[in-house]
C-alpha cells in the first residue's frame, strides 16, 4: 500500500473508521522534523498495529507567545521520505485552520500532573498538548498510540487523559532515543551552536550521575539536586530551568526517595531550551 498523506480532519475520519473495520490502527502525533526517536515510535506502532497513521502537525496552541512556534524547524519533503521508509501508511498533516477553525472554543485540561516542572516555566502547554490528542485521538481513532519518554511529563499527562475520558486505545511510552554521547534527539537540537551542542551531553551526564547516587543509598532529594545542579554549572554555560523529582504517578515533588522517581531537567542553551529525564526505582 502507498503511503498517503491527508491533509483534512474530514477525509482523515473517513480513512480511520473504514481502516478500523478491517484491522488495528497504530498511531504516532508528531510535530515534525523527524529523527531517529520519532522512527523508533513508528517502528513499534508498525509491529503492534494493522495501520499506521503518523501526524505533523506544529501545534500553536501548546507554544506560548515568547516561544519558538513560527521557526520550529519544518521539512516535510524529508519527513515524508522517513515515514515511508519507516513503514507509515498515513500522515496526517493538517494545516492551523483544519484543527483551530474560527469559533474553536473547547479545551481539554488535565489536572495537577500539568503545573509543575515544564508546566511552570511554559503555563497553558499541556492544556495545549491535551486539547490537540483530543482531536487527534478523534479524527485518527487509534487502537495504540505510541508516545516517547523523553517528553515524559506529556506522556504522563496523555495516559492519565486516556484513562480519566475513557479513551478505548492503548497508550505505549518508548525509552528516550540518544545521540552517542548521550545527549536526547530532538527537533530542536539544530539550534545549538557548536559550543552548545558539545556542552548539551552534561544534562545526561548529570541524570546518571543522580541516578548513580540513588543506587549508594542516597534518599535526599535535595542533595541530589544540588549535585545535579553543580555539574552542569561546571561543565556548560546552560542556565537551569529546573532540576526536579517527582512521584511517576502525580508528579509532585519529593523530598525523599522512596518510590518510583521521575528526575526531570530542563536548561537553556541560549533560547534553546533542552528537556531531559530518567526513572530511577530504589
Ligand atoms: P515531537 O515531534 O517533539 O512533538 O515528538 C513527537 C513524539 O516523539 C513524542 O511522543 C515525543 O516524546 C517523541 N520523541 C521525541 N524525541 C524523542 C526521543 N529522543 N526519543 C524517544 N521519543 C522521542
Request: glycine fraction near 8%; charged fraction near 30%.
Amino acid at each position: 500500500m502507498p503511503m498517503r498523506v491527508v491533509r483534512s480532519v474530514a477525509a482523515m475520519q473517513r480513512i480511520a473508521r473504514d481502516l478500523r473495520r478491517r484491522g488495528r490502527i497504530g498511531f504516532v502525533p508528531t510535530m515534525g522534523f523527524l529523527h531517529e526517536g520519532h522512527l523508533r515510535l513508528v517502528r513499534t506502532a508498525r509491529r503492534q498495529s494493522d495501520f499506521v497513521v503518523v501526524s505533523i502537525f506544529v501545534n500553536p496552541i501548546q507554544f506560548g507567545p515568547t516561544e519558538d512556534f513560527r521557526r520550529y524547524p519544518r521539512d516535510f519533503g524529508r519527513d515524508r521520505r522517513l515515514l515511508q521508509s519507516a513503514g507509515a501508511d498515513f500522515i496526517f498533516y493538517p494545516g492551523v485552520k483544519e484543527m483551530y477553525p474560527e469559533g474553536f472554543a473547547t479545551f481539554v485540561d488535565v489536572e495537577r500532573l500539568g503545573e509543575g516542572l515544564c508546566g511552570k516555566s511554559r503555563p497553558g502547554h499541556f492544556r495545549g498538548v491535551t486539547t490537540v490528542v483530543t482531536k487527534l485521538f478523534n479524527t485518527v481513532l487509534p487502537d495504540v498510540a505510541v508516545f516517547g519518554a523523553k517528553d515524559a511529563q506529556q506522556a504522563f499527562v496523555i495516559r492519565r487523559m486516556a484513562r480519566d475520558l475513557d479513551y478505548q486505545l492503548r497508550i505505549v511510552i518508548l525509552p528516550t532515543a540518544r545521540e552517542n554521547d548521550g545527549l536526547a534527539m530532538s527537533s530542536r537540537n539544530v539550534y545549538l551552536t557548536p559550543e552548545q551542542r558539545a556542552e548539551a551531553p552534561v544534562l545526561h551526564r548529570s541524570l546518571v550521575l543522580a541516578k548513580r547516587l540513588i543506587g549508594q543509598g542516597e534518599r535526599d532529594a535535595a542533595k541530589v539536586k544540588a549535585t545535579m545542579r553543580r555539574l552542569i554549572r561546571r561543565e556548560s554555560g546552560g542556565r537551569i530551568d529546573y532540576v526536579e523529582m517527582v512521584d511517576t504517578d502525580e508528579l509532585r515533588p519529593i523530598k525523599t526517595i522512596a518510590g518510583e522517581t521521575l528526575v526531570a531537567l530542563a536548561v537553556f542553551f541560549g533560547k534553546t531550551r533542552l528537556i531531559d529525564n530518567i526513572i530511577v526505582r530504589p
